[in-house]
């Protein structure tokens, strides 16, 4: 699952983790031997560009950010004080950044790139549309949820503090008085309150019951070094280890080339409709049981002899459910005509599929 989808409320420590796994992946690809302890000292800057592991010829690693792309802190604001009425409604500015996010993840992501999103991904649409993104190129992802374990306080107070020091870097202090800022030190931007308090207020928690969101890790601020790397080291089972989740591709669909017996629609409309009818006529008055169904076979068809069996419910199937099921699997199955041939477009594969397909909608219905 080579995409690594990073969460959590604004001012959780979600950057620290994703630097403290970018470095522990990095040092898996990059070693055969089990790496040292991720630590917050040893681990690289999110200004740096996407990392890559060349040594390793199975997977390259990635890092994307919002700081690793610029985008500011304030494209999430949302205050009535900042922004006019119609740029509010529209959210111009964060789906800008969102899509700007997106388009470096596509960029990158394959079957052959671990990539880290390191970032609030607090709308669980934008976690099923990047989940969608990595099904697409035939690869999978996980959800890192980060929490505060101090609840929402605590990361209001990283906040406030990060203004704090803000407000000291540019000299001013209380009373009015300007002074020269003296902290040199690298510090993550930090939040207006108003905009802090509405993104935790649009904070959708990601829920490991739906597949977008699973599987789903979880880190927390109090979690040491030693709890990291137990996290860390599940983390990298599920992206490259042998427990991966193996993708299968949608089975109610056909691969297809060009047919050499006639128009492929035509197949598909006529090969259909055949079963439907063929249902109606051999189902009993009582419905239930089985059904079997001639194959078209090919020469040297080692199944020749076999019928297709469709398992009807245990009531009568009339002709206008079997016709809406029919029209499903056509409009699923009608597109993508003269595509790189993969397989036969024989009657035989469409005659199987839609077997299939009427099983699986009539298990569902009982």
């Not at 029209?327 to 005509?337: P, S």
Request: net charge negative; with cysteine; proline share 6%.
């Amino acid at each position: 699952m080579p995409l690594i989808i990073i969460t959590g409320l604004p001012t959780s420590g979600k950057t620290t983790r994703a630097r403290q796994l970018h470095s522990y992946l990095s040092s898996r690809l990059t070693s055969n031997t089990t790496p040292s302890s991720p630590s917050p000292s040893s681990t690289s800057s999110t200004t740096d560009p996407p990392t890559t592991a060349n040594n390793n010829p199975n997977y390259r690693l990635h890092l994307i950010s919002d700081t690793t792309l610029s985008i500011p802190r304030t494209v999430y604001d949302l205050d009535p004080a900042n922004l006019p009425a119609h740029v509010r409604s529209a959210n111009a500015s964060e789906k800008d950044a969102r899509a700007a996010l997106y388009a470096a993840v596509k960029r990158v992501l394959s079957p052959r790139d671990i990539v880290v999103l390191d970032g609030l991904n607090y709308i669980k649409g934008w976690r099923y549309q990047l989940f969608c993104e990595a099904k697409n190129v035939g690869t999978g992802c996980c959800v890192v949820q980060v929490g505060t374990g101090g609840g929402v306080e605590r990361a209001r107070g990283v906040n406030l503090g990060r203004l704090e020091k803000r407000r000291r870097k540019q000299g001013v202090v209380e009373g009015g008085v300007e002074k020269e800022g003296g902290e040199d030190e690298e510090e993550e931007e930090p939040y207006e309150p108003s905009n802090w308090e509405n993104l935790v207020f649009r904070y959708e928690e990601p829920n490991p019951m739906t597949r977008w969101d699973s599987p789903l890790f979880t880190l927390v601020w109090d979690d040491d070094e030693a709890q990291a790397r137990q996290v860390f080291d599940q983390i990298w089972e599920a992206v490259a280890g042998a427990g991966r989740k193996v993708l299968r591709p949608n089975q109610s669909t056909v691969q297809r080339d060009k047919d050499p017996g006639g128009d492929y629609l035509y197949v598909l409309e006529r090969e259909t409709q055949d079963i439907v009818k063929k249902i109606l006529e051999r189902q009993s008055d009582e419905g239930g049981g089985e059904v079997g169904l001639p194959r078209v076979n090919n020469p040297g068809d080692e199944k020749a002899d076999e019928d297709l069996v469709v398992e009807l419910p245990g009531k009568k199937v009339g002709l206008p459910q079997l016709q809406r099921y029919r029209r499903a699997f056509v409009a699923l199955n009608r597109g993508g005509i003269g595509l790189e041939a993969v397989g036969s477009l024989a009657a035989k594969r469409l005659r199987e599929a839609f077997v299939r397909y009427l099983n699986d909608a009539f298990e569902k219905d009982d």
